[in-house]
């Protein structure tokens, strides 16, 4: 502190400086060349030298770009303008296109509504003016905005502007666009329809005598964009434009220009969106008006263009506003005969485009009629008494004689029983208990591996609404969970009838298909997909009884403060319950009481396990008669993750215990109160299985099926299945930056909270019982989809030809066969070598392989038992070897790992080797056949070869009387051999 400069001192010498304070006071140094001795803030630090060499560096970012190129050589019209590329005329429509991003838009950054980065409306008056200016239209009739266009923080989204032919009238209709650019099957978002026309011409003004008008009284507009930001309105630099304003006679007047370094871009545009938008943003300044969007535009005509500054007159008319603008001289710009305003509300904002909001929905699986999985290669384990034996035509047996069995089925089914339980909670640990047990030793027995085991339930999916029995749905979370550990060996089949006719069949038909989750209906196959869910819109919809105490279980966590915030703030919640196991004495909890209050909320914070029935019926017995019970937010849970393996009864019931036993208790203690909401907060693990998690799984369909449950009984339930929020909580905060790129690569972003939000408001007021809030990695799933590795139930979010993962795992290792036959042993090392660390790579987040040196430990790169786990899927699909799950400890580094495939490839490839070295020689002969076909001598020596070689090939087999193939081939002449090879190999 003492060589720093005098003005750095006093923060230098603080005896507790703020670290970002400290720091930038030592950045500043540093920057000036003043030495710093930093050993006194890091004692116990030591010098060391830097590298001679020069740092490794790499640049991951590409330099955006807003230039289109030249459109013509693909038989397109340049638009040349900042927001459109091309512009293409069709038999009955001509289409505007174009790409925006925040890296080659980055000033449409500064436009953010509850920190969503939303288009502006007055972007989409623009594309309509370039429309109509290319189609000679001077008028935009109307212009209805329908759904927001926000834009990712990463990538850009396509948009498009369609205007159809003209009607008798002259009339065109007009209609906005756009849908992710990482997504080319993604469905359009529609966004804006309009009207345009030729309207009549309005002589332009020769200037205002006066400006502002006489006697207007000047509007303070400092501290305006601090105003707008408390309600929600993020406004950067590049739509803070409003400089002035007066009020006159029930008009607004203003005056609004660009920033400086903006200006000279006016001219490329109509009229720039962020100057119109500033004009607008003064509605706000209207009597009794309130802020908003702009949504709905009437008589839009524009007079002059590339202004850099307005001036504007704003005056209501009805519910609308009218708008007037001129330039600085006040010569006219724009008139806009009419405005509509338009409050937002988060649930506006859910998704941006609604992605982020999904459903399970069953789709039929269509049956083959052949039956394609032969009696004798079935099993059925009849412990409780089914009638499956007899379905099946299929023998029976228990669980001690099938191991003990010579030759074991391919397939195996269990039937889990119905009922073990004496109540919902008792039910769902019995059950999920009996099922760890089962499955666990079915994994262990070795000679189980190529054997699918099948099990059925009863009542267990949510089909029409709701279902009969949240246990056995319990037992279906779990087993997603073994299944994403361990492909292609267990099989899930939900079934409502096993007497009808025709179920025999079905059950063999859908184990035959490939489908690892599967429910049988009335004779029908249907599976579960996930799909796209049109968030309802808020208005006129159902909300939180604001009279009434609203309880939410843990309520001093991270996402049930954020929720008792949003129901003070939005919903206007006054009494709120916050239970928690350790209430009032939870971190932050006084602070959070002292903040509600703040809000408007009274809430009583209490130390209440909800788990505990007697504990619970007292706190809510001792609710005031005056705020009585009506809304139920139960968020409560704990983690506690492993690979299936390493699970015990007692971490299962621990996990299941907080939402299981707790919703239980909450149901049946408030069946009887008239609750306005009962919302449960589940989660996608339990929908879409997790390795790792088969505990925590289980315990959120338990959720998912009791909300279900619930609305068959008439009571109000939904259930959230969250994907992750970017908010940490106690579940989520143990989560390091390897495992959110590994849950990115898997198809799944995190939640902002605002969007969490929204969604929860959207799910509360829709008629579903189950809904999955869920922000999708749409890049991965298109990643994952081509390997062949996408998850059945993502197969309609992703629209692309993708083979199943069975499929694709047979024809990659098929491959990788192929390249290792033709290979020297050295070769056939590193191949391997590079397929390892190409795998681990990917499933750690590294970079590429490069990353992964060959000869350092799996445990020093980072690698657990779940993603151990997931290297083994990768390896054995890409290999089409069965692997273990503790293949990185088995064997500790890349090149010990990519030994042991090379050796077991060979080791089970032996008898094809020979084999596979002749397909080897036949493709490299394919390739020559072109040229040897065009030498007459060299055709004939290799007609005459390969008539030996299929000679000796087929000689031995007889032809029934019509002799050998040898004999048939010997009578070919050179031409119809030729033919042949063609025929079965192709031409090159």
């Known amino acids: ?174 209609t906005v666009y756009s849908r992710l650019e990482e997504d080319a099957e993604e469905d359009w978002t529609r966004h804006a329809v309009g009207v345009l026309a030729a309207g009549s011409a309005v002589p332009v003004g020769e200037g205002a005598e006066v400006w502002p008008p006489a006697g207007a009284e000047p509007i303070s507009v400092d501290g305006f964009y601090d105003e707008l930001a408390a309600a929600g309105f993020g406004y950067g630099p590049m739509f803070q434009g409003v400089q002035a304003a007066w009020r006159h006679g029930g008009q ?42 702009p949504f709905a535009w009437r008589g839009i005509r524009l007079y002059a263009v590339g202004a850099g500054a307005l001036r504007t007159t704003l005056t209501r008319e009805g519910d609308g506003v009218r708008v007037t603008v001129s330039d600085e001289t006040g010569v006219l710009v724009a008139t806009i005969d009419g405005l509509t305003v338009r409050p937002v509300r988060t649930g506006q904002l859910a998704g941006g485009r609604g992605e982020s909001m999904l459903q399970l929905r069953w789709t039929p699986l269509p049956l083959p009629d052949a039956t394609p999985v032969p009696a004798e290669n079935w099993a059925v384990l009849h412990e409780n008494g089914t009638r499956l034996k007899a379905v099946l035509d299929a023998p029976a047996c228990d669980w001690p004689t099938l191991a003990e069995q010579d030759e074991i089925p391919g397939v195996v089914l269990w039937s889990v029983p119905d009922t073990v339980g004496e109540d919902l909670a008792d039910s769902a640990h019995v059950l999920a208990r009996l099922v760890l047990e089962r499955l666990q030793g079915w994994l262990a027995e070795e000679r189980y591996q190529d054997v699918r085991l099948v099990i059925l339930t009863r009542g ?138 703040g809000l408007g909320a009274s809430a009583e914070i209490v130390a209440c396990d909800a788990a505990d029935r007697d504990a619970l019926a007292r706190v809510l017995d001792g609710l005031p008669a005056d705020a009585p019970l009506t809304g139920v937010v139960h968020t409560a849970g704990v983690l506690d993750d492993g690979v299936f393996g390493s699970l015990t009864p007692e971490r299962l019931d621990a996990v299941l215990a907080p939402k299981v036993d707790a919703a239980v208790n909450l149901h049946e203690l408030t069946k009887d109160r008239e609750l306005s909401a009962f919302v449960l907060f589940s989660s996608a693990a339990g929908v879409l299985g997790a390795p790792g998690q088969a505990n925590y799984a289980a315990a959120n369909s338990f959720l998912d099926a009791l909300a279900g449950y619930r609305r068959a009984l008439g009571l109000p339930a939904v259930s959230l299945a969250w994907g992750r929020w970017a908010d940490t909580s106690e579940m989520t905060g143990g989560l390091d930056q390897a495992d959110l790129r590994r849950m990115s690569s898997g ?155 090379c050796a077991q490839l060979l080791g089970e490839r032996d008898e094809q080797s020979g084999l596979l070295a002749v397909f080897a020689g036949l493709d490299r002969l394919e390739l020559s056949l072109p040229e040897i076909a065009a030498d007459e001598v060299a055709r004939d020596r290799l007609a005459v070869r390969l008539q030996s070689l299929l000679s000796g090939l087929g000689g031995a087999q007889e032809d029934d009387g019509a002799g050998t193939v040898a004999a048939t081939l010997d009578a070919a002449s050179d031409d119809e051999v030729f033919d042949f090879i063609e025929r079965e190999f192709g031409s090159s």
Not at 132 to 149: N, V
Not at 531 to 556: D, H, M, S
């Open 460 to 597: 267990a999916v949510l089909l029409d609404g709701d279902t009969d029995s949240p246990a056995a749905a319990a037992v279906w979370g779990l087993v997603r969970s073994v299944q994403s550990e361990h492909p292609d060996r267990f099989v899930l089949i939900d079934a409502d009838d096993l007497g009808g006719d025709g179920v025999g069949h079905a059950l063999r038909a859908a184990v035959a298909s490939g489908e690892p989750q599967l429910a049988l209906r009335g004779g029908s196959v249907v599976v579960p997909r996930l799909a796209r869910f049109a968030v309802p819109g808020q208005e006129g919809a159902p909300r939180w009884n604001a009279e009434g105490t609203v309880l939410i279980t843990g309520g001093t966590g991270a996402l049930g403060a954020l929720v008792a915030r949003h129901l003070a703030v939005e919903h206007g919640v006054r009494k709120l319950l916050l239970m928690s196991r350790q209430g009032p004495d939870a971190k932050g909890a006084a602070d959070l009481r002292a903040e509600l209050a």
């Open 252 to 293: 607004v007047h203003a005056e609004v220009t660009l920033p400086e370094d903006a200006t000279a871009d006016a001219a490329k545009f109509a009229l720039h969106p962020a100057l119109l938008d500033a004009a607008l943003q003064t509605a706000g300044l209207l009597e009794d008006a309130a802020a908003g969007l």
């Open 1 to 174: 502190a003492t060589t720093a400069p005098a003005t750095l001192q006093p923060t230098l010498r603080k005896d507790r400086p703020e670290p970002g304070a400290l720091l930038h006071a030592l950045g500043v140094a540093y920057a000036r060349g003043v030495p710093v001795d930093w050993t006194p803030l890091f004692p116990g630090a030591r010098t060391v030298e830097l590298p001679t060499y020069a740092f490794r560096r790499r640049r991951y970012w590409l330099e955006g770009t807003t230039g289109a190129g030249d459109m013509t050589a693909a038989g397109l019209g340049n638009a040349e303008h900042p927001l459109l590329g091309a512009t293409v005329t069709l038999p009955d429509a001509v289409v505007l296109s174009g790409r925006l991003s925040l890296a080659t838009h980055p000033w449409l950054a500064d436009h953010a509504v509850m920190d969503t980065v939303l288009l502006p409306g007055t972007a989409l008056v623009e594309l309509a003016l370039q429309a109509g200016d290319r189609l000679g239209c001077d008028l935009i009739e109307e212009l209805t905005l329908q759904e927001p266009l926000v834009l990712p923080e990463r990538g850009g989204v396509q948009l498009r502007v369609v205007v159809a032919e003209p009607d008798e009238d002259g009339r065109r209709p007009l």
């Open 747 to 901: 198809g799944i972003d995190a939640l902002t909270s605002e969007e969490g939000l929204a969604l929860f408001d959207a799910g509360t007021v829709s008629a579903e019982s189950l809904l999955i809030p869920v922000r999708l990695n749409t890049a991965a799933l298109h990643a994952r989809a081509a390997e062949g590795m996408l998850p059945p139930v993502l197969r309609d979010l992703v629209r692309a030809r993708v083979r199943r993962s069975a499929a694709g795992g047979k024809a990659m290792a098929e491959d990788l066969g192929r390249r290792l036959a033709g290979l020297s042993d050295p070769e056939r090392q590193q191949l391997l070598l590079t397929v390892v660390r190409t795998q681990v790579a990917a499933v750690l987040g590294y970079s590429g392989p490069d990353e992964v040196p060959g000869g350092r430990p799996f445990s020093e790169l980072g690698f657990d038992s779940l993603t151990a786990v997931e290297l083994r899927n990768t390896l054995t699909a890409v290999t089409g070897l069965r692997l273990p799950a503790t293949l990185v400890f088995d064997y500790p580094t890349s090149e010990v790992l990519a030994e042991k495939l």
